[in-house]
Nanobody, 126 residues
Framework: QVQLVESGGGLVPPGGSLRLSCATS????????MGWFRQAPGKEREFVAG????????NYVDSVRGRFTISRDNAANTVYLQMNSLKPEDTAVYYC???????????????????WGQGTQVTVSS
């Protein structure tokens, strides 16, 4: 069982930045591909970004590419999501997820991730 705890959410004006962190209880974080998802009220959970265990493959949804950066520190058992140039449409609950790695593949499907955090609220508003 892997426990995930997100932090770093909050209220930020449009154009601002936030850095989300995901602390994990994994003994060996390198055994997992990691992802960030988000869910806005009335909408389905959406893939935001994913990173493979080697940190040499990162995937992003088109709406955040160039603004968000996912990274990981396997030694610290932590994953990050740096979010810049935030927009009101980025408002959502953000979830960290872990899935057992399958080669170097980074899945965008929630069903590929077996462990989830409780989420952290990000609100972009003036």
């Amino acid at each position: 069982q892997v426990q995930l705890v997100e932090s770093g959410g909050g209220l930020v004006p449009p154009g601002g930045s936030l850095r989300l962190s995901c602390a994990t209880s994994a003994r060996t974080l390198s055994s997992y591909a990691m992802g960030w998802f988000r869910q806005a009220p009335g909408k389905e959970r959406e893939f935001v970004a994913g990173i493979n265990w080697l940190s040499n493959i990162m995937n992003y949804v088109d709406s955040v590419r160039g603004r968000f950066t996912i990274s990981r520190d396997n030694a610290a058992n932590t994953v990050y999501l740096q979010m810049n140039s935030l927009k009101p449409e980025d408002t959502a609950v953000y979830y960290c997820a872990a899935g057992l790695r399958v080669g170097d593949y980074v899945s965008e499907s929630p069903s590929s991730y077996g462990f989830w955090g409780q989420g952290t609220q990000v609100t972009v508003s003036s």
